[in-house]
T-cell receptor, first 114, second 114 residues
């Protein structure tokens, strides 16, 4: 069985400071992991994906995530927050065994203060 | 133009009414999905279709039905809407030939059932 837990429902940072959005997953086999971003009144956009080629994954807009198997984590980070980063972020785990089952985390809303 | 288009973007209806949400895509993907998003719950899968002749229930299909009219079109129907179906609905597509089952989302339909 697969599951995904986003540890914070809300995160607030000041502009220019680092961002950390935490995600833990559970999977009985090697998972595919993603981060999506949803800006207000918009659909979800893929930020980055874990492909098993490298544990540190770089995405769009300066975001990156590190896959840590020993900790079953896939935390999203950015060195310096920008006002335009304010959005909701979803960690997603997907099946890799010929099925497609995709599980979304509950989401973390990121607030960026000026 | 958007690759995944949902219509309408917003809809208000009354309890007991039948309503259809439409999704069309220009990505040429075989796989299409319908999700609903509720605050604090992330996205939950209602139905999915791997091709025109394939329809499958997701985790919360009760009260919903779907129709895959063509590769590019996947409609979601609420036969008799009820207030707890008030939510934000997303259509998504994916290509099994693309690595890791990345999904591409429409902008969403906000449905209110009074």
């Amino acid at each position: 069985a697969q599951s995904v837990t986003q540890l914070d429902s809300h995160v607030s940072v000041s502009e220019g400071t680092p961002v950390l959005l935490r995600c833990n997953y559970s999977s009985s086999y090697s998972p595919s992991l993603f981060w999506y971003v949803q800006h207000p009144n918009k659909g979800l956009q893929l930020l980055l994906k874990y492909t098993s080629a490298a544990t540190l994954v770089k995405g769009i807009n300066g975001f990156e995530a590190e896959f840590k198997k020993s900790e079953t984590s896939f935390h999203l980070t950015k060195p310096s927050a920008h006002m335009s980063d304010a959005a909701e972020y979803f960690c997603v785990v997907s099946g890799n065994t010929g099925g497609f089952k995709t599980i979304f985390g509950a989401g973390t809303r990121l607030f960026v203060k000026a | 133009d958007a690759d995944v288009t949902q219509t309408p973007r917003n809809r208000i209806t009354k309890t007991g009414k039948r309503i259809m949400l439409e999704c069309s895509q220009t990505k040429g993907h075989d796989r299409m999905y319908w999700y609903r998003q509720d605050p604090g719950l992330g996205l939950r899968l209602i139905y999915y279709s791997f091709d025109v002749k394939d329809i499958n229930k997701g985790e919360i299909s009760d009260g919903y039905s779907v129709s895959r009219q063509a590769q590019a079109k996947f409609s979601l129907s609420l036969e008799s809407a009820i207030p707890n179906q008030t939510a934000l609905y997303f259509c998504a597509t994916s290509d099994p030939r693309e690595s890791k089952n990345i999904q591409y989302f429409g902008a969403g339909t906000r449905l209110s059932v009074l």
